[in-house]
């Protein structure tokens, strides 16, 4: 009897089994608020039983299939005009999927790294009106949660799903692909949809197709490597861990009382200045945690009301206390620290404000020049000044050379790092859907090796190209605006070099490329200022896929002359003319003679050309302008308002 049961049991779990992989199911992408492309031959696909029927009615016209064997079934729509919104729906033999509020426009594929991730919602304070006023159901954003696959490409997304740019909605959208959707939308009021594959902190190699790796036999190899399972397990395994726990370790949370805990009674703490470094304030050669604290007395008119705590950015990771709760932290350096405190929580008089500070290598602390205070409405304390600080836990110096003694270093994986990870598990797996066009801001991560940026960017072309079938497919991309240190002397520097490498990648046909050499921020790495480079962006766009005949660019180096002891340098995209956009003389000119030793030049306009010289330089041979990290004043537009791009002439 128990056999009989027991065998009827395990006939209802099959059949219960092949009921539920019998439903009807979509890709992630394919869900409620979906853009679709218009003007294009669309294909939805989906799962469902093996050899199923399944019929796709949209738009008053019914599509009809049979899934294969394995149950994957296709259909492709008609060409269609923008419009909307729709419904669609899929039926199968056992159930029917409705797919609502679908809209028929130009679907733009956002990739790169963090500064395409960075939301609206992290630049709330410059953009505070633009998310107060968004209004339009239209423009659409969908975040592609990060994933990775060093195995292959996959067959469907992990999550997301399509937002609209409405009120408090729009917050998690890209800024710069807010702001460039918006400038289209204005222009030809049809729907715009931005699909968003982008991680902070990788390089382009993770985001290349296997397909545009063609000329690249090392990286081919690596690839396939990594298809091994078991040697991807064992070189993980090899990884040191950079973010070792050291709470256990640490001074601060090891004593009777927490150094946050209000009752703490500091004692031979030194003193330390918010902003800055510990390194340049008598702490040298310090990894590891530091503690900062401070009574900061708050008026009775803040108690109770809604407050914000502005910490800047602070180096690598913090936790923020006051008067012993936890209020806010961050794992890493980049982003802002902006901190929500409860309102029952803070008290007239002193309150204890305590930072717990984690710093891996390099300098750490609280960055300058960055904004550091509490406030409300209506009131604002400022938090800079004087603290005390006392060190919780000092690391040791980790030896990346060998974790065995004198044996060979194994090649480590980081799987978002690796070559095709990303775009195995953030891009292919809806490689078939038309997209209009690609927007590209990356770089920031690929600095090490600038010289070899420019061959990747090829590749990443090639290889999107490829697996989205369109060989004309319009490539945009931001070239790296300025960062880091001023410095007032001609330089090297790896980050114009990166940008001399993005430059050198507009021989790539149906490509443009936006200069933001003036819209970064020299203490971050995210500035604020993704308005000009979204719509930078969708200027370029409507020249390079709408057609239009427009200035879309500054001034780009074009081709060199040597006269006697002079350079004269010719630019294309000069539009109405050349200019310095202050009005002064132009600005960040070095020469260099067979020796390449870089001095300032002096240079002036001449129609569409420059004319670059100097007394040091009798025989020129090399013109730089805006080479350096950080350029002081690189001046050089077109009188359409578009910067000119930095640039050497070898």
């Given at each position: 009897m128990k056999k009989i049961q027991l065998s009827i049991i395990f006939l209802c779990l099959a059949f219960s089994s092949s009921f539920l992989n019998a439903q009807i199911k979509l890709p992630r992408l394919i869900s409620d608020g979906l853009v679709l492309q218009r003007n294009a031959e669309v294909p939805i696909w989906g799962w469902a039983g093996a050899n199923e029927n399944i019929t796709v009615s949209f738009n008053g016209k019914k599509y009809k299939t049979k899934s294969d064997k394995d149950g994957i079934w296709r259909v492709t729509l008609r060409k269609t005009?923008?419009?909307?919104?729709?419904?669609?729906?899929?039926?199968?033999?056992?159930?029917?999927?409705?797919?609502?509020?679908?809209?028929?426009?130009?679907?733009?594929?956002?990739?790169?790294?963090?500064?395409?991730?960075?939301?609206?919602?992290?630049?709330?304070?410059?953009?505070?009106k633009e998310i107060k006023n968004a209004n339009n159901p239209y423009i659409r954003h969908f975040k592609i949660p990060t994933t990775t696959s060093v195995s292959g490409p996959k067959e469907d997304l992990k999550g997301?799903?399509?937002?609209?740019?409405?009120?408090?909605?729009?917050?998690?959208?890209?800024?710069?692909?807010?702001?460039?959707?918006?400038?289209?939308?204005?222009?030809?009021?049809?729907?715009?949809?931005?699909?968003?594959?982008s991680v902070g902190g990788t390089p382009i190699e993770a985001w290349i197709p296997e397909e545009g790796y063609t000329d690249f036999p090392d990286i081919l190899k690596i690839i396939e490597e990594n298809k091994d399972t078991a040697l991807v397990n064992?070189?993980?395994?090899?990884?040191?861990?950079?973010?070792?726990?050291?709470?256990?370790?640490?001074?601060?949370?090891?004593?009777?009382l927490k150094w946050y805990d209000v009752n703490f009674e500091p004692k031979e703490w030194r003193r330390i200045n918010i902003p800055g470094y510990w390194e340049d304030q008598g702490a040298r050669d310090l990894n590891g945690v530091v503690w900062y604290r401070r009574e900061i007395e708050i008026p009775e008119s803040m108690v109770g009301k809604k407050s914000r705590v502005f910490l800047g950015r602070i180096v690598d990771a913090d936790e923020l206390y006051i008067n012993g709760v936890l209020v806010g932290n961050k794992t890493y350096q980049y982003p802002q620290r902006r901190y929500a405190v409860p309102d029952?929580?803070?008290?007239?008089?002193?309150?204890?404000?305590?930072?717990?500070?984690?710093?891996?290598?390099?300098?750490g602390g609280f960055v300058p020049d960055k904004p550091y205070y509490i406030?409300?409405?209506?009131?604002?304390?400022?938090?800079?000044?004087?603290?005390?600080?006392?060190?919780?836990?000092?690391?040791?110096?980790?030896?990346?050379?060998?974790?065995?003694?004198?044996?060979?270093?194994?090649?480590?994986?980081?799987?978002?790092?690796?070559?095709?990870?990303?775009?195995?598990?953030?891009?292919?797996?809806?490689?078939?859907?038309?997209?209009?066009?690609?927007?590209?801001?990356q770089g920031e991560s690929n600095t090490e090796q600038p010289e070899i940026y420019d061959d990747y960017l090829h590749a990443l072309v090639k290889?999107?190209?490829?697996?989205?079938?369109?060989?004309?497919?319009?490539?945009?991309?931001?070239?790296?605006?300025?960062?880091?240190?001023?410095?007032?002397?001609?330089?090297?520097?790896?980050?114009?070099?990166?940008?001399?490498?993005?430059?050198?990648?507009?021989?790539?046909?149906?490509?443009?490329?936006?200069?933001?050499?003036?819209?970064?921020?020299?203490?971050?790495?995210?500035?604020?200022?993704?308005?000009?480079?979204?719509?930078?962006?969708?200027?370029?766009?409507?020249?390079?896929?709408?057609?239009?005949?427009?200035?879309?660019?500054?001034?780009?180096?074009k081709d060199y002359e040597m006269k006697g002891d002079k350079i004269i340098v010719s630019f294309e995209h000069v539009g109405s003319g050349l200019v310095t956009d202050d009005g002064e003389p132009l600005s960040e000119f070095a020469i260099a003679g067979e020796d390449k030793e870089f001095v300032w030049a002096q240079a002036k306009i001449e129609g569409d050309h420059v004319v670059v010289w100097s007394e040091e330089v009798p025989n020129p041979k090399f013109v730089r302008y805006a080479w350096a990290d950080n350029p002081d004043n690189p001046n050089l537009y077109n009188k359409d308002g578009l910067p000119a791009s930095p640039f050497e002439t070898e």
């Open positions: 005009k923008a419009g909307g919104p729709y419904n669609m729906l899929i039926s199968g033999k056992d159930n029917t999927v409705e797919v609502k509020d679908i809209l028929i426009g130009d679907v733009w594929f956002c990739n790169g790294q963090s500064n395409m991730v960075h939301q609206l919602d992290i630049h709330d304070v410059p953009y505070e997301g799903e399509w937002i609209k740019a409405v009120g408090e909605e729009v917050r998690p959208f890209s800024a710069v692909a807010y702001f460039f959707a918006k400038k289209i939308y204005e222009q030809y009021k049809i729907p715009i949809g931005l699909v968003n594959a064992s070189l993980m395994e090899n990884r040191p861990d950079l973010n070792r726990e050291s709470k256990v370790l640490d001074k601060g949370l090891t004593g009777d029952t929580l803070l008290k007239a008089g002193k309150n204890t404000f305590v930072v717990r500070v984690t710093n891996t290598q390099g300098k406030f409300t409405e209506k009131d604002t304390v400022d938090l800079k000044g004087y603290w005390q600080y006392k060190v919780g836990e000092v690391y040791k110096p980790f030896d990346f050379s060998s974790e065995n003694g004198n044996q060979p270093t194994q090649r480590r994986i980081n799987p978002q790092n690796e070559p095709t990870s990303l775009y195995n598990a953030m891009v292919a797996p809806y490689k078939d859907f038309p997209m209009k066009g690609v927007l590209w801001y290889g999107l190209r490829t697996v989205f079938n369109d060989s004309e497919l319009p490539f945009i991309y931001a070239q790296l605006p300025n960062f880091m240190d001023v410095t007032y002397l001609p330089t090297e520097s790896n980050w114009a070099e990166l940008r001399q490498s993005q430059l050198n990648a507009l021989d790539i046909p149906n490509t443009a490329m936006t200069v933001n050499i003036e819209l970064g921020e020299w203490n971050d790495i995210h500035p604020d200022n993704k308005k000009d480079v979204g719509e930078r962006m969708a200027l370029a766009a409507l020249h390079l896929a709408y057609g239009q005949d427009l200035v879309y660019s500054g001034p780009i180096f």
